[in-house]
């Protein structure tokens, strides 16, 4: 069972960049699809990109497409999450995910293994 550790995240004004990392544990970290989702307070949690096993493939949300880049290093057991051209919409709590798979899905119910989660707050 792989257990998943967030950290980067922070206060910044809007056009800034962070980078997110996630450091995993417990499993065979190649063997999982890796994601990115993010829950602003009273909204529900929704996909921002996910990452391929191998890292050969990402896919991301439309409202990050461009700005926002997931990669990986099997040899860390690490996922990164570059964000940069930030906005204030982009402010949320922001979480890692693991899925057994090959298939990257959007739903939050489809991936198994959660992170605690890191803030990211965006000025205007």
């Known amino acids: 069972q792989v257990q998943l550790v967030e950290s980067g995240g922070g206060l910044v004004q809007a056009g800034a960049s962070l980078r997110l990392s996630c450091a995993a544990s417990?499993?065979?970290?190649?063997?999982?699809?890796m994601g990115w989702f993010r829950q602003a307070p009273g909204k529900e949690r929704e996909f921002v990109g996910a990452i391929s096993r191998s890292g050969l493939r990402t896919t991301y949300a439309d409202s990050v497409k461009g700005r926002f880049t997931i990669s990986r290093d099997n040899a860390k057991n690490t996922v990164y999450l570059q964000m940069n051209g930030l906005k204030p919409e982009d402010t949320a709590a922001y979480y890692c995910?693991?899925?057994?798979?090959?298939?990257?899905?959007?739903?939050?119910?489809?991936?198994?293994?959660w992170g605690q989660g890191t803030q990211v707050t965006v000025s205007s």
């Open positions: 995910a693991a899925r057994d798979s090959t298939i990257m899905i959007t739903v939050p119910r489809a991936w198994g293994y």
């Open positions: 417990g499993g065979t970290f190649s063997s999982y699809a």
